[in-house]
């Protein structure tokens, strides 16, 4: 058999909110990790399809000195099944079949890989499925000639709704990475979490962080603070039985307040850390100013919101202090004052929360 791989990164990377054909897994970018698995299965012809930001990707190739062919989807605005005709359309005439991987599936295992190639020479002309967990996963392993009617569907259903015409193997694998992808923050860290790699930086990597990043000293000391302020209500409520992740926690405190000098720096800071490989972390500092109304388990990313409204002037304020003071300053702006009401209040909320479900006390850090 002659196969190869056609690895789909043309995509905006909304939902993620930065763009994964760059993220970094395990000390390689996504398309280079793709890229990797492709070869180390045996699969030496891979073409990567690109769209947005497409010489950004066609960069990291070649700085990762990788052999593949790159095509361009110019009408990668249309969706996926435009970038996975582009990509087929680039195959050697001679290609009998192909996997079909999107970038951000880059956690599957190399062995599964040559799983589906050995199904696939006993059963020609089926398109073969890794199935974990009794649920079909990435990536598909498709003879060629399964696309030559693909000019006549009408896109209903995507990639998977056209492949369902055809006869299908299913290949049982115990391999985690079949079913991952990192399309979100949360997809992310669990793929991070299958290759046993951190999503978040320890304690000495965060503050490394801060002075790569020129981070004032003003901002380090309140960033400690929150720190210190979110720990101790950690560890109390761990105490009374919760299972609040220390480490994580201490970590986003720490690097919250990042590009405070941003203007949407919970946001900016966010980005950075995703950039970085640190999706939990960047998770907890992209809600430290505005916690959904929705969450209600007490979490990394609740203390963090709680500790850094505690913390001011070098120390810790009550809640109703704080809100009176929002009050005056914010006289003379209705909406500026109902919007740091909003947040006051909300952290209002999780001090009740802790109270309730632990008994712990949030207004002291002792």
Do not use: W
């Amino acid at each position: 058999m002659k196969p190869a791989t056609v690895i789909l990164a043309a995509g905006y990377s909304s939902r993620m909110g930065a763009f994964k054909p760059l993220l970094p897994v395990g000390g390689q970018s996504a398309v280079a990790r793709a890229v990797h698995l492709a070869k180390q299965a045996g699969v030496e012809r891979v073409t990567v399809v690109t769209g947005y930001r497409s010489c950004d990707v066609g960069a990291e190739l070649r700085r990762c000195g990788l052999n593949v062919d790159i095509v361009h989807n110019a009408r990668y605005d249309d969706g996926m099944l435009s970038s996975v005709i582009a990509g087929a359309r680039a195959l050697c005439a001679d290609t009998e079949a192909f996997f079909l991987l999107p970038v951000d599936c880059c956690a599957v295992s190399q062995d599964t890989l040559k799983r589906l190639l050995s199904a696939s020479r006993r059963a020609p002309g089926r398109v073969v499925y890794p199935v974990f967990n009794g649920a079909p996963g990435h990536p598909p392993l498709i003879p060629a000639g399964v696309l030559s009617s693909i000019g006549e569907f009408d896109g209903e259903g995507g990639m998977r709704a056209y492949l369902s015409r055809f006869r299908r193997l299913d290949v049982r694998v115990d391999d985690p990475g079949a079913a991952a992808d990192m399309d979100t923050p949360e997809g992310y860290a669990a793929l991070l979490r299958i290759l046993g790699l951190p999503t978040y930086p320890d304690e000495g990597e965060a503050l490394a962080l801060l002075e790569r990043y020129g981070t004032p000293g003003n901002i380090v000391a309140h960033c400690k603070s929150v720190a210190r302020v979110a720990d101790a209500l950690a560890r109390r409520c761990n105490g009374a039985g919760a299972d609040i992740d220390v480490g994580l926690l201490r970590s986003s405190c720490l690097l919250h307040d990042i590009c405070r000098r941003e203007p949407d720096h919970a946001r900016a800071g966010m980005l950075l850390l995703l950039s970085l490989g640190y999706p939990e972390a960047a998770m907890a500092v992209g809600r430290h100013m505005e916690m959904p109304p929705e969450r209600v388990d007490i979490d990394a990313s609740m203390l963090l919101y709680l500790a850094d409204k505690l913390c001011r002037a070098g120390g810790t304020v009550p809640l109703e202090a704080t809100l009176r003071d929002t009050a005056r300053r914010f006289a003379a702006d209705p909406a500026a004052y109902a919007a740091a009401r909003a947040r006051i209040t909300r952290a209002m909320d999780i001090s009740r929360a802790l109270e309730e479900r632990y008994g712990v006390v949030a207004e002291s850090d002792s």
